[in-house]
C-alpha cells in the first residue's frame, strides 16, 4: 500500500467481510460479554459507556440489559454529532432508542435534550469500545469517522478501555496515525487481553494543574481570576456558568414551580437574582437555599468537568477553579492547589457595597459559607489583597513564574 490510509481502508474492507461471514456471532456475542461484565473493572464502574451494536459487530444487548438491571450503574449510550463529536446520554429503558446517524440506534431527541441525562467524559468509569480491527499491542482500526478517537483522549487517564471483537477481528498489527487511540483491554468470544503497555503514538495529554481559589465573599477572587485570564491561563468562574443556566428551560420551570412569577421575575421575563437572593439567604429558609443548591451544583460540576476535559485536549498545563463553595462542595479534592485571598474585612465591605449590598445581606451569605479561618488553614498560598489590583496583580505574577518553573 502507497501509504497508511490505504492500508486501512484495506484492512476494514478485509474484516468487515470475515467478520459478516463469521459464524455463530449471537452465541459469540454472548460469550465475549460475559467475559467483559466478570471483570473486576466492570463491578467498580458506576457510570458506563457501551456502544450499540449494528450489523455485523459484536452484540451488545447483553451490556445494556446488565446495566439497565441494575439501579446503581448508568448506562451510557454515544449519539453522533454532526461536527464529528459524540454526545453521551444516560438511558433508563431499550425503549428510548432510535435509528440515528448511519442507522445505528441512539438515544431519542426528547431524552438526548434531559441535562440530566447528559453524561461527560471525565464522568466514565468504563468505557466499551467498537472497531473493526485491532491487535495485541491495543491499536484500534475504526470505521473512519474519529468520533471515539476524539472521545478517548478526553476519559480520566486510569478508566478502563475495553475494546470488543470477534477473534476474526484480531490482526497482527494496525497501522496507527497521530490521531489514534487505542484500548486498554482486548476481549473476545475467546479471551481477556490486557495490553501492558501503551503505544507511545497513543499517549494521552497530561491532566493540567488546578489551583482553586480561596477567600471571602466579595474579597477579589474576580481580580485574581481576570489575571489569570491576562496570562492566557483557563479560568471556570461557576458563579458566571451558573448565571447562564437561569436561561435552562428546565431550570427555569423548577424556578417558577417553586417560587411563583411574581416573587422572582423582572418586567421582561428575565429572573431577578436580587430576589432569588433574599429569599434564599433569609435567616428562616434555609431549606430553599438547599433546594438552589440542589438544583444548580451537580449541573454546575458538569460543567467543571468539560471545562477541565477540553483544557486538557487544548493541553493547558494550568487551569484556575473560582467556586464559592469550593470547600464546601469537595471541590478541593480537584485541586492540586489552593490559593487563599487574604483581604482586610473594610476592604472586604467596600466590595460588597459596590455590589449594592448592605453589610446585613455581606453577613447572612457568610453563614452559608465555611468561616475564613477554616479557608485560610485550607490553602496552599496565601494571596494578600489589601492594596491597589496592580500590587496584587504583581504578587500574583511573581507566584505565578516562580511556580510555573517546577512544572
Not at 435534550?113 to 466499551?128: G, T
Not at 483491554?185 to 501503551?198: G, K, N, P
Amino acid at each position: 500500500m502507497s501509504n497508511v490510509s490505504d492500508q486501512k481502508t484495506e484492512l476494514r474492507k478485509n474484516i468487515r467481510l470475515a467478520r459478516k461471514r463469521e459464524e455463530h456471532r449471537p452465541e459469540k456475542s454472548v460469550s465475549a460479554c460475559r467475559r467483559l461484565v466478570a471483570l473486576l473493572e466492570w463491578a467498580c464502574a458506576q457510570t458506563v459507556l457501551v456502544y450499540v451494536s449494528y450489523q455485523s459487530e459484536v452484540e451488545t444487548d447483553t451490556l445494556l440489559d446488565t446495566l439497565l438491571k441494575t439501579p446503581e450503574k448508568r448506562c451510557i449510550v454515544p449519539l453522533c454529532l454532526e461536527n464529528g463529536g459524540l454526545k453521551l446520554v444516560e438511558i433508563r429503558s431499550r425503549s428510548e432508542l432510535v435509528p440515528g446517524a448511519y442507522g445505528i440506534l441512539e438515544p431519542c431527541a426528547s431524552v438526548a435534550e434531559m441535562s440530566e441525562r447528559n453524561c461527560i467524559a471525565p464522568e466514565i468509569d468504563l468505557a466499551v469500545i467498537p472497531g473493526i480491527a485491532f491487535d495485541a499491542r491495543g491499536r484500534r482500526l475504526g470505521q473512519g469517522g474519529g468520533y471515539y478517537d476524539r472521545l478517548l483522549p478526553c476519559l480520566r487517564p486510569e478508566v478502563p478501555t475495553i475494546g470488543l471483537a470477534f477473534e476474526c477481528q484480531i490482526v497482527p498489527e494496525i497501522p496507527c496515525e497521530a490521531h489514534d487511540s487505542g484500548v486498554k483491554y482486548l476481549i473476545t468470544e475467546a479471551r481477556t487481553l490486557r495490553i501492558v503497555s501503551q503505544p507511545t503514538i497513543m499517549s494521552e495529554k497530561p491532566r493540567p494543574e488546578v489551583w482553586g481559589i480561596l477567600g471571602g465573599i466579595a474579597c477579589g477572587k474576580s481580580l485574581v481570576s481576570e489575571f489569570f485570564r491576562s496570562r492566557g491561563i483557563p479560568v471556570f468562574d461557576a458563579d458566571r456558568f451558573g448565571h447562564s443556566l437561569y436561561d435552562r428551560q428546565e431550570i427555569r420551570d423548577a424556578l417558577l414551580q417553586r417560587w411563583g412569577n411574581h416573587n422572582i421575575l423582572n418586567m421582561d421575563g428575565t429572573f431577578n437574582r436580587q430576589k432569588i437572593a433574599e429569599i434564599v439567604f433569609a435567616p428562616e429558609n434555609k431549606s430553599e437555599l438547599e433546594f438552589l443548591n440542589a438544583l444548580f451544583h451537580t449541573t454546575i460540576h458538569h460543567g467543571w468537568l468539560e471545562f477541565l476535559a477540553n483544557a486538557q485536549s487544548a493541553g493547558a498545563s494550568l487551569v484556575i477553579l473560582d467556586a464559592a463553595l469550593l470547600l464546601e462542595t469537595g471541590w478541593d479534592r480537584e485541586c492540586s492547589a489552593l490559593l487563599f485571598i487574604d483581604t482586610p474585612r473594610t476592604r472586604q465591605e467596600k466590595f460588597a457595597q459596590a455590589r449594592g449590598w448592605t453589610l446585613e445581606e455581606l453577613e447572612a451569605r457568610e453563614k452559608n459559607q465555611f468561616p475564613l479561618s477554616q479557608k485560610r488553614a485550607a490553602a496552599t498560598w496565601i494571596v494578600p489583597n489589601d492594596s491597589t489590583p496592580t500590587a496584587l496583580g504583581q504578587r500574583l505574577e511573581t507566584m505565578l513564574q516562580s511556580l510555573l518553573r517546577s512544572f
